[in-house]
Each structure stands twice: as C-alpha cells, then as structure tokens.
C-alpha cells in the first residue's frame, strides 16, 4: 500500500489520480486551496485526507504535510500537479502575471518539495513525479512565459533525480501534451488581457487555436492516470515520461532539429575551446 501526497487534487490529472490510487487501496492525502471540494467528490473515506493547500504558502505545504504523517505516519509518492497555464506573447504578459505564475509553477512545487523530502529521506524511499509538459522540452509562440516555468521544473527534476538516486528516493518529470482536462478553459489558463498588434501572426494565432482545441485535445486523461498509477512501481523510472502522440512526435522533431544545428554550427562551437598545448 502506497501513500500519496497530491497536489492540485480537486479537478484534472490531481482528482483522476486521487480516484485511481483510492480504488486501488492506496492512501491519498488529496490537497486543493478548497479541500471542501474534494471531499464532495470522493466522500468521506478511511483512507482519504484532504487538506487545504495553497501551494504558494510555505507555511501551509509544511503543516500539510504534517497532517499527512500525523494520519498515515508516511508519504510515498509526492504528485506536484498544482499548477496554471498563461497564454500571451511574452512582451504581452505584464510582471505581476509572470511572478504569480512561477510563485506558483515553480516556487510553489519547490515549497511542497522541500517540505516533503525530509520525511521521504528518513525513510531512505520515495518517488516524485513533477507534472511538466511537452511545454517543457520546448517552447513556443503564446505560451513562452508558461513554457519557461516548465523548462525550470525539467532542471529541478534532473537535478532532484541526481541528488536523490543514492536516497532511494526517484524523481520524475511527466510531460504531456494536450490531454482532453480543462487546461485550456478560464479555470486553468490565464490570458493575458494585452493584445499586440504585431504578434497577429504568432501568438495571436495560437490564442485563436487554443479556443479550437479545448475539450478536442488527442490525449485521454483517464489513461495518463492509470500510466501514472502502475509508474510508481517501476523498478528504474526515467527522468522524464513524455505522455501523448502529439508529445512524441514534439520530442522527435526537436531531436532532429538539433541535430541539424549541431552539424551547421559544429565547427563554430568547437572553435571557442582554449586552442591545444603546443
């Protein structure tokens, strides 16, 4: 029997993830900035905990997880889901947009991190899975801004993996492409409210495209948490689990394209080396 620690848990990947590892008998400690919500989701169960979290509350992810080990004494899995998307060309998206999005996108999963790890390396076990996205890998035109929080989660969970490993603790970066949840609706995506003129032709277009894609995304969400579900138990996780055709295909591209940048440039990045002793 597993303990889990999930953030973000009242709707999306969170709730699905909550629901799968309750019906298979695990613990779940279920954390949502409106615990009530959880809680009319799944009922009251012996092996359900919710609890308010906001994730940018450093103090609250610290009492969080003291609830946790006060009711299952610990956690196994730790799921950072929390977390929002922003839609804007980057000139577009104004200060207080970019900090709130990394208080909570970065800053935010370090906290409940932070707060977790020292329980988890007591126990010399655990597994992390820090929810990132094809956004992740690489970027692109209306959601660099976001992207970016994303490319900082991938360097955190390379890093965790490495710091971690000789813990026999495991760290993971889940990145799926667009799943069929509620990303792209106004409860999980913030649009920046500036329009410039100039970017018609880049991120405007993909403001349009986003309003066309929602809720006809290729991904199921259903069978990510049942990937997530079964993951936990692999005996040598990767650092990154790309989830979703469109994620692949994503990855692929860009392995080619810096393959082509390698073979143009080679001669010019291999020039700025110290020239070899005489």
């Known amino acids: 029997m597993h303990t889990w620690f999930v953030t973000g848990a009242s709707r999306g990947f969170g709730a699905l993830i909550v629901e799968k590892a309750l019906a298979k008998g695990d613990q779940v400690v279920a954390t949502a900035r ?21 994730v940018t509350d450093e103090a609250q992810a610290h009492q969080a997880v003291g609830q ?11 799921v950072n889901n929390a977390g929002y998307g922003l839609l804007g060309a980057v000139e577009e998206a104004s200060g207080a947009e970019i900090e709130a999005l990394y ?37 692109g035109p ?27 603790i495991h760290a993971t970066a889940i990145e799926p492409g667009y799943f069929r949840t509620d990303f792209l609706d106004s409860t999980s995506l913030s649009v920046s409210p500036i329009e410039i003129d100039d ?5 405007a277009v ?15 969400p259903d069978k990510l948490a049942e990937v997530l579900i ?18 692949v295909a994503a990855i692929e ?10 073979a143009q440039w080679r001669a010019v990045s291999l020039s700025t080396d110290f020239d070899p002793a005489a």
């Open 206 to 220: 993909v403001r349009s495209k986003a309003k066309d894609i929602s809720h006809n995304q290729p991904g199921n």
């Open 103 to 139: 208080r909570t996108n970065v800053f935010g999963l370090l906290a409940v991190t932070r707060a977790v790890l020292p329980h988890m390396r007591r126990q010399h076990s655990g597994r992390i899975l820090n929810f990132s996205s094809i956004g992740g890998y690489r970027s």
């Open 253 to 262: 591209a860009k392995h080619e394209s810096d393959a082509e940048l390698l």
């Open 68 to 78: 946790a080990i006060a009711r299952f004494g610990r956690i196994d899995i730790l």
């Open 230 to 247: 079964s993951f936990v138990d692999a005996e040598n996780p990767p650092v990154r689990l790309p989830l979703g055709s469109d994620t």
């Open 34 to 54: 409106n615990p009530k919500a959880i809680v009319e989701r799944f009922g009251a169960q012996p092996n359900l905990l919710a609890v308010a979290l906001d």
């Open 142 to 168: 209306g959601f660099g801004v976001y992207c970016s929080t994303k490319f900082a989660v991938e360097g955190l969970t390379e890093a965790l993996a490495a710091e971690l490993a000789p813990l026999g």
């Open 199 to 203: 970017y018609a032709e880049t991120a």
